[in-house]
């Protein structure tokens, strides 16, 4: 773990220095955004999901999708779940490049999560597929391997982790795609080569909480550098990060922070939750305070005192 935790580290500084890292962000966010203002309905998302296993290209089936939902939508009856199932069963298989399998498995998926919608009281349908995909349950099966027996979608014989990832991605979920692409650009940031997808994904999803980032946009970043073939990062100037720090620790002061710098916005919530929170919050000043504790011990009722010792014992004086 903390072999991990440095190279995870030693990776975001890599990704941070180069030199047009603001630059590709961006196109990365765009790119997210786009595809999510294409995703509005959850029966259409799980639809999606399921034709990633037919090998077409991604265009090929957002395309597939869009006119679906051009030729079906109607104002005074969406697309729910329930509603595009029954479409399903009675449509034919050109809406799954003639593959009955792929209809079959749609059909099974749209079930379970009408269920699962059925569990919540006024909640959407979309909503609930978030929920799913960022749910704990959902992670704890994929961290230990298990995808396969998670109660929702993974009991769907033939959906597999990958087409699995893509439902979570689609559906909003703070995850990204262990693809090809995501662990050659891990690899040229220093992980082992020959990782599998699960190894692939929780390095990617650490990358992330480390850069403080949405993993959907880390890992946009990192295909796009393997699609570039970028594997050469520049490295920091001697003394950039620690020198400052060295040098005041060396004069038994610690490192100053700049006056105008703000704290990352996860240190900016520990630092709220710790003064709201007595239970977290820091000890009082007091008890970290030198003469605090030096008046605390010379007052009466000390600690000293109330285990009974005596200076004078202590000196012999007394026996």
């Known amino acids: 773990m903390v072999e991990l935790a440095d190279r995870t580290a030693e990776a975001a500084r890599k990704l941070k220095n180069l030199p047009d890292f603001e630059e590709r962000l ?9 595809l999510a203002s294409e995703r509005e309905e959850a029966a259409l998302v799980i639809y999606e999901s399921v034709l990633t296993k037919s090998g077409r290209s991604p265009e090929e089936i957002r395309a597939l999708v869009r006119r679906f939902r051009t030729t079906f939508e109607d104002e005074e009856e969406p697309l729910t779940i329930t509603r595009v199932s029954a479409l399903m069963k009675v449509e034919g298989e050109d809406w799954f490049f003639g593959d009955s399998a792929l209809r079959t498995m749609t059909g099974q998926l749209l079930g379970q999560f009408q269920h699962r919608v059925a569990q919540y009281n006024y909640i959407d349908e979309r909503e609930v597929l978030r929920r799913w995909a960022d749910g704990y349950d959902t992670r704890l099966f994929i961290r230990r391997r298990i995808y396969d027996t998670e109660p929702v979608a993974g009991v769907v014989v033939g959906f597999d982790l990958s087409m699995m990832q893509y439902l979570r991605v689609a559906a909003g979920g703070d995850t990204l795609l262990p693809t090809p692409g995501v662990a050659r650009a891990l690899e040229a940031l220093g992980f082992p080569a020959e990782a599998d997808e699960y190894e692939t994904l929780a390095r990617a999803e650490s990358l992330a909480l480390h850069l403080e980032l949405p993993a959907p946009l880390v ?6 550098l393997a699609r570039d073939g970028v594997r050469d990062f520049p490295e920091p100037a ?3 990060e620690a020198g400052g720090a060295e040098d005041e620790r060396a004069r038994g002061g610690a490192a100053p922070e700049p006056r105008d710098a703000k704290p990352a916005p996860g240190r900016r919530v520990a630092r709220r939750d710790s003064q709201t929170d007595p239970v977290r919050g820091e000890e009082p ?9 030096a008046e605390a011990q010379a007052a009466p009722g000390s600690p000293g005192e109330d285990r009974g010792e005596r200076p004078g014992k202590r000196d012999g004086a007394g026996s």
């Open 26 to 34: 961006e196109r990365a966010a765009r790119r997210v955004a786009e």
């Open 219 to 224: 890992g946009e970043v990192l295909e796009d």
């Open 238 to 240: 001697a003394g950039e």
């Open 285 to 293: 000043t007091g008890a970290r305070d030198p003469q605090a504790q």
